[in-house]
């Protein structure tokens, strides 16, 4: 019975994040003289974790506290946005994930407002979730992947991660040839096809959440740290869903995150 809108509870994977002595992890030698914990974040897959039923009721979604829900929010939402432009797309998760945009888009920024609005959020991030439900198939992919390398790096929550990284990750794919149009006709922009349109739409439904527009504004997120989270990202094991002939070097994983910086 979920309550967020993060949506892995509809899927064949779950993140794990644990607080642990330091002198008992992995870090090196010098943590075992730590003093205090440690949070070590890590995933597990496979079929066996998919359920055999789901219960989706949205009141119990609003029983959330705002700011949990909005950054799980963030995260369902980027679902349905990497689904449109992944190497494993198909006309089935194509149409799925553009009902999926259409629906989020629509009532995330009216949570607070409009009572319907949960209803329809809560349909959305089902359907987003659809594209990443299958065993070796799965289509999260760039976003997600800046997701992991940010949260390895300082430890944040996924949703606020991306909400700061994904419209620059979008323009970085559009930069770099990857075709986009999809998208731009999921939130049937008024310009068409028209990438930067379609990056406003993610920017607006970002910004009615209540989330940080940059990393900057992220409480724990330092310039410091950037090229851990560039690395990590660059490494990051989804990048095999990624648009076919996009490859994110360490290099250009720091640049996007300079520019969201």
Partial sequence: MPTTLAGADLSVIAGIAAAVDAGES??????ADAVGTEVVSTGVGGAELMPDALFYDPALFETTPKGVLAG???????KAIESLYARTRTAVTDATATRAVRLLADG???????????DRAVAGVVLA?????????????????????LR??????????????????????????????????AFEVDAGNDTEAAIAQVERVRDALG??????AI????????????????????????????DLT???ARAVLDSAF
């Fill in 26 to 31: 992995d870090a090196g030698a010098d943590a």
């Fill in 72 to 78: 799980s929010a963030m995260n369902g939402f980027d």
């Fill in 108 to 118: 995330l920024p009216e949570l607070s407002d409009d009572p319907a609005a949960m």
């Fill in 129 to 149: 979730q659809y594209g990443i439900s299958r065993p070796g198939e799965m289509t999260i992919n760039v976003i997600h992947a800046f997701g992991h390398g």
């Fill in 152 to 185: 390895d790096a300082f430890g944040i929550q996924q949703g606020l991660a991306h909400a700061a990284v994904a419209p620059h990750a979008l323009r970085a794919l559009a930069d770099a040839g990857v075709d986009l149009s999809l998208l731009a006709a």
């Fill in 211 to 216: 989330l940080p527009a940059s990393l900057s």
């Fill in 219 to 246: 409480d724990g997120v330092d310039a410091d740290g950037l090229d851990e989270a560039a690395r990590v990202a660059a490494a990051d094991s989804l990048l095999s869903y990624a648009p076919e002939g996009y």
């Fill in 250 to 252: 360490e290099a250009d």
